[in-house]
């Protein structure tokens, strides 16, 4: 990264607000010496965390002072109404006007998702923006969406998806040609929905996606596919499934490997490889969803993040603006829906 970059943070998001917040993002000015930061939060909660920063690093820190946080209870459309002053939305309009290439927010999704409608609007083409992200294979990651923004979705919009997935892939992994396929309960082509079934024909229909076919759940992280489209239900919970099945790993061998002093030493000898099976299968090493069909960029963290893991999700925000995600997927819409 040579040129100056700025990222606005919604300092009070997700769980922690600043006390995850602020130390992801000093993190971040440390590594990248041309990234600024906009914090946008209650400055007296902010300036505490930020009292015994040197010069340089606080330099690089623009606060905006704001009034309110979007809480996880409030709906988008009350969101939109009353929470205008938030540190949500005052993250989002730095965006808007051209003063921040990303915002990056650990707060409520619908609220998060209306915000950049309503700011940034969609791309043209574009019915519903979705939520992609990373998930492990064994022989790397594959991306996959929606994975919550749209509960229910037609056919039309799922193959919008497959062409913003492909799009953001093929510019992210630097392949031109990314695998894409469809999550559905088998992959006869009778199987599933009406809506996967004719998003099928669809996506068949452009010879500018490398449409694979069905996927099962089981095949997800079996390195089928780059790109792996569903409605936002359905990749909600095989997303959290992941998640929860690779805290359960963790837990199973942490358990095995102390339960005698026979296993602790076997442990010890096994510490390396466990260390790295144990960073491989960490869902917040991937922590950093970006939000497609948008005319900005805008990436969503876990709520829960730790420190470390909304690192990610910043990482995510200067890949998307060093790359242009939005310009691609516009350009890459305009070929195949003309």
Do not use: W
């Not at 953001?168 to 079934?197: C, T």
């Not at 452009?206 to 596919?225: C, K, P, Q």
């Not at 030493?265 to 960073?279: C, D, T």
């Amino acid at each position: 990264m040579s040129e100056r970059l700025s990222i606005a943070v919604d300092a009070m998001g997700g769980d922690f607000g600043p006390r995850i917040t602020i130390p992801a993002c000093i993190n971040q000015l440390k590594k990248y010496p041309q990234l600024h930061i906009h914090l946008a939060g209650d400055v007296s909660v902010l300036n505490p965390f930020l009292s015994k920063l040197p010069k340089y690093l606080k330099d690089r820190i623009h606060l905006l002072h704001t009034e309110s946080v979007v809480s996880m209870e409030d709906k988008p459309s009350f969101a939109l109404r009353h929470r205008r002053d938030s540190s949500m939305f005052k993250a989002m309009q730095l965006v808007k006007e051209g003063l921040a290439s990303a915002c990056v927010s650990g707060g409520n999704t619908g609220a998060l998702m209306a915000f950049g409608c309503s700011l940034l609007g969609r791309l043209a083409g574009i019915d519903r923006p979705a939520i992609i992200s990373a998930i492990p294979t064994n022989k790397g990651h594959c991306y996959l969406l929606d994975l919550g923004a749209n509960i229910n979705c037609s056919s039309e919009q799922l193959y919008q998806f497959a062409l913003m997935g492909s799009a953001m892939v093929s510019a992210v992994e630097n392949n031109p040609s990314p695998r894409v396929a469809l999550l559905n309960i088998g992959v006869e082509e009778i199987k599933g929905n009406d809506q996967v079934r004719q998003a099928a024909l669809l996506i068949q229909a452009h010879t500018g996606l490398n449409y694979i076919g069905y996927i099962e759940g089981g095949e997800v992280f079996n390195d089928r596919a780059d790109v792996i489209v569903c409605d936002g239900f359905t990749g909600n919970i095989a997303l959290k499934s992941n998640e929860g099945l690779a805290r359960l790993i963790a837990d199973k061998l942490k358990q095995s490997f102390t339960r005698n002093l026979y296993r602790r030493l076997l442990g010890l000898l096994a510490k390396p490889v466990l260390k790295e099976l144990q960073q491989q299968i960490d869902p917040g090493r991937r922590n950093g969803a970006s939000l497609l069909g948008l005319q900005g960029i805008v990436v969503k963290s876990h709520g829960s993040a730790s420190s470390r893991h909304f690192e990610a999700a910043i990482e995510q925000a200067i890949t998307d603006s060093r790359l242009n995600i939005p310009a691609r997927i516009a350009a890459n819409l305009q070929n195949h829906l003309s």
